[in-house]
């Protein structure tokens, strides 16, 4: 879909940088299976859920409805990514004995994961698992 986008507009995919903080925090999670499910999904993935309603908002000043349309595409199919993972981290914390919000703040440390700042897309974040409490505190972290 995106590159359909970029084609359309005489681009193509790999012509724009981008960042590889996903990947960056796949590798530093190697190790632990846990720690991968703790801040791949529930940080990085995340943070797409809250990233993407402020660029649907350029685009749509733009006029480009067809990003736009695809971009509601990925944030759906994000929703179930990151619950998905937040299913998978709450298994592998019980199945450890492990408390999944302590757990998670150490691992934030350890790994220098981006906190939580800023506007966040709460609905999408619900949906995907979160709750109310634990967003509020991880925003006052
Ligand atoms: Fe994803």
Redesign the pocket.
């Known amino acids: 879909m995106i590159a359909r986008l970029l084609n359309d507009r005489s681009f193509s995919y790999g012509d724009f940088d981008a960042h590889d903080g996903l990947w960056e925090m796949a590798e530093r999670t190697r190790g632990d299976v846990l720690e991968r499910m703790a801040l791949v ?1 529930r940080v990085m ?1 995340a943070r ?1 859920l809250d990233a993407t309603p402020p660029i649907q908002a350029k685009l749509r000043q733009v006029g480009d409805q067809p990003a736009v349309d695809v971009l509601d595409v990925i944030l759906r ?2 929703v179930r ?1 990151v619950a998905l993972g937040n299913r998978w981290y709450e298994w592998l914390c019980s199945q450890r004995g492990v408390e999944p919000h302590a757990f998670f703040r150490e691992t934030m440390r350890k790994h220098r994961a981006p906190k939580l700042r800023g506007q966040i897309n709460r609905p999408a974040r619900i949906a995907a698992g979160f709750t109310n409490e634990e967003l509020d505190s991880l925003l006052q972290a």
Do not use: A, L, T, V
Request: proline share 17%; glycine share 16%.
């Open positions: 999904p993935e797409g199919e994000e990514h």
